[in-house]
């Protein structure tokens, strides 16, 4: 079945809820079978702050958001989004939809425009760092919540009350080299021992969530490694 093209989010229409979005998404296989926080629990305000409180106090935040680079089909759509395809959509850009995890998804309502994130391929045979974006739009609802056809329906989410948010996200460009995860984690053995930058890095201390915040000391450090040779 052929890859149905994505739709370009950026101050686009109302969906109709009864029909299919016609676009792949990114949620990601490890992270939609996390379990849900229950309803009744901690306010989304409290859910806010704690973001916040784990993203730091540095006024310029950085991130990890990971996507599948290889085709899988879920509710006979094809949910692959590599950095590839997000260089191919108009303006480089798209929103970052198919979120379904509530930490996950409060990080995405803790970005600002003009912080960077990482692009991750995950779920393939080699996953690991592809390059880099940027957040180009704040956090608004997630249009596929509300979409019958999408494989991120969720009939439980209502239009005056929407439970999922998206943010749009630019391509800046690859990374020298792809840094894959085998190499990440070899330096996070090395600086767990050492104290080094990758000591807590949330890609192996919070491995489930598709969206991760990073503290200076983490982006600087991987970013470095585009210009070594692979160890």
């Given at each position: 079945?052929p890859r149905r093209a994505k739709r370009a989010c950026r101050?686009?229409?109302?969906?109709?809820?009864?029909?299919?979005?016609?676009?792949?998404?990114?949620?990601?296989?490890?992270?939609?079978?996390?379990?849900?926080?229950?309803?009744?629990?901690?306010?989304?305000?409290?859910?806010?702050?704690?973001?916040?409180?784990?993203?730091?106090?540095?006024?310029?935040?950085?991130?990890?958001?990971?996507?599948?680079?290889?085709?899988?089909?879920?509710?006979?759509?094809?949910?692959?989004?590599?950095?590839?395809?997000?260089?191919?959509?108009?303006?480089?850009?798209?929103?970052?939809?198919?979120?379904?995890?509530?930490?996950?998804?409060?990080?995405?309502?803790?970005?600002?425009?003009?912080?960077?994130?990482?692009?991750y391929h995950s779920n393939c045979k080699e996953p690991g760092?592809?390059?880099?974006?940027?957040?180009?739009?704040?956090?608004?609802?997630?249009?596929?919540?509300?979409?019958?056809?999408?494989?991120?329906?969720?009939?439980?989410?209502?239009?005056?009350?929407?439970?999922?948010?998206?943010?749009?996200?630019?391509?800046?460009?690859?990374?020298?080299?792809?840094?894959?995860?085998?190499?990440?984690?070899?330096?996070?053995?090395?600086?767990?021992?050492?104290?080094?930058?990758?000591?807590?890095?949330?890609?192996?201390?919070?491995?489930?969530?598709?969206?991760?915040?990073?503290?200076?000391?983490?982006?600087?450090?991987?970013?470095?490694?585009e210009d070594k040779k692979p160890s």
């Amino acid at each position: 079945m052929p890859r149905r093209a994505k739709r370009a989010c950026r101050n686009a229409p109302e969906p109709d809820p009864e029909m299919p979005s016609g676009k792949r998404t990114k949620a990601m296989k490890t992270e939609t079978s996390d379990k849900l926080v229950v309803e009744g629990g901690p306010s989304d305000s409290t859910k806010k702050a704690q973001a916040a409180k784990d993203c730091g106090n540095e006024s310029s935040r950085y991130w990890l958001m990971k996507s599948e680079p290889e085709s899988r089909m879920e509710k006979g759509v094809d949910v692959k989004f590599g950095i590839e395809d997000l260089k191919a959509q108009p303006k480089q850009t798209a929103c970052w939809d198919g979120v379904r995890n509530y930490q996950a998804r409060n990080f995405l309502r803790a970005m600002k425009v003009g912080e960077e994130a990482f692009f991750y391929h995950s779920n393939c045979k080699e996953p690991g760092i592809a390059g880099l974006m940027k957040i180009v739009k704040e956090a608004y609802p997630d249009h596929t919540q509300f979409e019958k056809g999408s494989p991120h329906y969720d009939p439980s989410s209502k239009k005056d009350n929407p439970k999922w948010s998206v943010v749009d996200v630019q391509f800046i460009r690859m990374t020298k080299r792809f840094i894959p995860l085998a190499e990440l984690k070899v330096h996070h053995q090395a600086h767990k021992a050492s104290g080094g930058p990758l000591e807590n890095m949330a890609l192996f201390t919070r491995q489930r969530l598709s969206v991760q915040p990073l503290t200076k000391g983490e982006f600087d450090f991987v970013l470095s490694l585009e210009d070594k040779k692979p160890s």
